[in-house]
């Protein structure tokens, strides 16, 4: 939520040893872990803390839950996206350390759900209940690997769009209303061929896209079955669709179409207020971060995703066994991911809810942003969360994700050849445990 923006697709780097650290120390890690205190003293003063990695836009909603609850104190604490997610298993490794309630991307959640002894079960508190609100898929992503424990609720998902410079694309003498632009795509080979036209109009100074890294990831996480199977094994190299989206992703390269930015760099950030580039992969969150640029109203526009639907990101929250006031805890985690907290956070943070029922309510289907044209991201996000088919969450995609952004990273810098690039990162991969 919206300076969540880095968040969703920053690597999990180092996080496998410290994992394999935390699935060694098994179970509990101590501390207070019941509500009977609480429970038998109502009016005991007590303190919360929240652990996020950015600016969620909470304050509003801790406001209103402090209006059940006078005697609780809501106290924030943010970390940088990777040393907040990195932070956190080492302070359940170490049993001390950890927020009340923590905050977990997708991208990182596999590495806990193997250890539901870390976490309180949210079904002791009855947040079971909630099941039948959710998407199946983010549901599931928040239950332990052995189906015993609800570990955490989600918050948002990040349904996947395009976002464009309409500026751009008429200095290239393409069309620029967003419906047109949709249909100049449907597929990603189209999505290039487009991209081979703007590179022939010679557009000064503006490449057709930031870089091959987010593509490449949204291909890949369109596909039934992406960095694993079922199984939660590493299946990356033999996988057809990992190959298919790796070569595409190449061809970008190869066809001149990247401006050679990687996401979240300070000059990638120079890129989207500047207009060094005319496209990138957009889920809904990053609207967020295109704002905080300060390109203009109006300068960015949001059209379809090619491929279909999709989605990159998503939080959820959960109880670390640590927290002494679990039930509490687990009542501020209810409410900051209801039905009107969700709605409040899409209108104010672009935070696409996780709660189907919500993509037909008029206020989120019809919501328009006048930052981006008055584009229609109620329909385009919702849209492309529906068409979501979730594949399996393996604890160390963002590892094995990295190791193959590394290779087109190498090939943009003329270090290796496609073919040699995509060797060494099946090699990285192998190495990944």
């Known amino acids: 939520m919206r300076k969540l923006r880095h968040r969703f697709l920053a690597p999990m780097v180092a996080v496998s040893a410290l994992a394999m650290g935390l699935a060694a120390c098994g179970g509990d890690s101590g501390g207070a872990t019941g509500s009977g205190a609480t429970a ?30 006078p005697n609780v104190e809501i106290v924030e604490r943010r970390a940088q ?58 549901w599931k992503l928040g239950v332990s690997n052995d189906g015993s424990s609800l570990m955490g609720l989600g918050t948002d998902v990040g ?35 487009t991209g081979k036209k703007f590179v022939a109009a010679k557009v000064a ?8 890294g987010e593509h490449f990831r949204a291909m890949v996480e369109q596909a039934p079955v992406g960095f694993y199977d079922d199984q939660y094994k590493i299946v990356a190299g033999t ?8 070569d595409m992703s190449v061809k970008i390269i190869d066809d001149g179409l990247s401006a050679k930015l990687a996401a979240f760099t300070p000059p990638w950030n120079t890129g989207i ?31 379809a995703v090619p491929g279909g639907g999709g989605n990159q990101g998503g939080t959820h929250l959960m109880l670390p066994k640590q927290g002494k006031h679990p039930k509490e805890a687990a009542e501020l985690i209810d409410l900051l991911t209801n039905k009107e907290s969700q709605i ?38 919702t849209s492309a969360a529906k068409a979501l088919k979730p594949q399996p969450a393996g604890p160390k995609a963002g590892d094995v994700l990295q190791a193959f952004n590394n290779g087109l990273q190498r090939i943009e810098q003329g270090k290796q050849s496609a073919e040699e690039a995509w060797a060494q990162a099946l090699k990285d991969v192998g190495r990944i445990k």
């Open 239 to 246: 996988n057809p669709e990992v190959r298919k989206a790796y």
């Open 205 to 212: 100074g503006a490449k057709f896209t930031d870089g091959p």
């Open 159 to 193: 349904g996947l769009a395009m976002c464009y410079r309409p500026d751009l694309f008429k200095k290239a003498g393409l069309p620029a209303d967003r419906d047109e632009v949709s249909a100049l795509w449907p597929t990603w080979d189209q999505y290039v061929e």
């Open 344 to 381: 409040t956070l899409f209108k104010e943070a672009s935070a696409l809810p996780s709660l189907p029922a919500l993509y037909d309510d008029p206020t989120v289907a019809e919501f328009v942003n006048p930052y981006f044209g008055n584009a229609p991201i109620g329909k385009i996000f």
């Open 40 to 69: 038998s003293r109502p009016a005991e003063k007590i303190k919360l803390t929240v652990g996020l990695f950015s600016d969620f836009h909470y304050a509003p909603l801790y406001e209103e839950f402090k209006k059940t609850h």
């Open 273 to 303: 207020a500047k207009g060094t580039f005319a496209t990138m992969v957009c889920p809904a969150w990053k609207t967020g971060t295109i704002k905080d640029q300060k390109p203009g109203e109006g300068v960015w526009d949001i059209a």
């Open 81 to 138: 996206f990777n040393d907040h997610h990195t932070n956190l298993i080492t302070q359940l490794t170490t049993g001390a350390g950890a927020a009340d309630v923590v905050a977990v991307e997708g991208g990182y959640i596999g590495a806990f759900t193997p250890v539901p002894g870390k976490f309180h079960n949210l079904k002791d508190y009855g947040l079971d209940k909630r099941q039948s609100e959710y998407l199946d898929w983010k």
